[in-house]
């Protein structure tokens, strides 16, 4: 069974970065597209970015593109996303989700996703 695990949550001054880290045990990654997710208390679930399997082709929500880079790993089983210049409105649980389809797409609708990670928090404060 898979599992995902996310990491590198913290609390962070507005204008600083995080790197949030994604292992996946129990299959290998690069039958997976990796998505990143968001929930802050309120609101929807939202897609923050994706990595497709094959090609490692990338999408970035509208709020974080030219912030964020997503990335993977495939010898560590791992996927990053860097974000930089991070806003109050960034704040949120971040959970990290795999997505089955070998493709050189990923989408960034929490309903294509098959299993889920627990979360990690990120708050954005000063």
């Known amino acids: 069974q898979l599992q995902l695990v996310e990491s590198g949550g913290a609390l962070v001054q507005p204008g600083g970065s995080l790197r949030l880290s994604c292992r996946v045990s129990g299959d290998s990654l690069i039958y997976y597209a990796i998505g990143w997710f968001r929930q802050a208390p309120g609101n929807e679930r939202e897609g923050v970015s994706c990595?497709?399997?094959?090609?490692?082709?990338?999408k970035y929500a509208d709020s974080v593109k030219g912030r964020f880079i997503i990335s993977r790993d495939n010898a560590k089983n791992t996927v990053y996303l860097q974000m930089n210049s991070l806003k109050p409105e960034d704040t949120a649980i971040y959970y990290c989700?795999?997505?089955?389809?070998?493709?050189?797409?990923?989408?960034?609708?929490?309903?294509?996703?098959?299993?889920w990670g627990q979360g990690t928090q990120v708050t954005v404060s000063s």
């Open positions: 990595i497709s399997s094959i090609g490692h082709n990338t």
């Open positions: 989700a795999a997505d089955g389809a070998v493709s050189g797409l990923c989408q960034m609708t929490f309903l294509q996703y098959e299993s």
